[in-house]
């Protein structure tokens, strides 16, 4: 074990504790056909080198075979991973995770009020990626209630009348 083990086992066990829904280590060991204590090991740093294991759980988090190697070496840390490669944005792992394994059906940007300052929110509208075309129809029906209600933020108020 050394600070790079260590540190890709921190991310791991991060990674997998924001995912949503929720992954644990029984189900992660399942999904990977490895035991428990496979991933407390791995979670706690406690390997060599980045194996086959130690690969696929970190793509299974969302994370590439190369990252979780530079992560291992002491190449990618933190602080680099903030500022060496802008092309990535900050995104929670959970959040990742899901936009690469869904099928987005639809996206935007709703705006909080009438000034670029007062904010937006982004919408991302995802189904299962082997949905059929019904089930992202009726995935595609249900957001639009919501829809509307998320776009009507732009024009109400949060001030509070003075009475």
Do not use: W
């Not at 990674?15 to 644990?24: G, I, S």
């Not at 639809?106 to 949905?131: C, N, S, T, Y």
Request: glycine share 8%; hydrophobic share 35%.
């Amino acid at each position: 074990m050394d600070d790079g083990t260590k540190e890709l086992g921190s991310r791991l066990q991060v990674a997998r504790e924001a995912r949503r829904p929720r992954l644990t280590q029984p189900a992660a060991a399942e999904a990977l056909g490895v035991s428990r204590t496979t991933i407390q090991n791995i979670e706690s740093g406690d390997f060599i080198n980045v194996n086959k294991t130690v690969r696929r759980y970190a793509e299974l988090l969302g994370m590439t075979a190369d990252q979780a190697e530079r992560i291992a070496r002491g190449e990618q840390t933190a602080e680099k991973d903030q500022s060496a490669d802008t092309s990535r944005l900050p995104l929670p792992p959970a959040v990742e995770y899901e936009l690469r394994s869904s099928k987005t059906l639809e996206a935007g940007v709703i705006p909080l009020g009438p000034d670029e300052a007062d904010g937006h929110v982004i919408v991302i509208l995802q189904g299962r990626k082997d949905a059929s075309p019904e089930e992202m129809e009726r995935i595609a029906a249900r957001y639009r209630k919501p829809r509307r209600m998320l776009q009507g933020l732009a024009g109400e108020s949060d001030e509070v009348a003075e009475s």
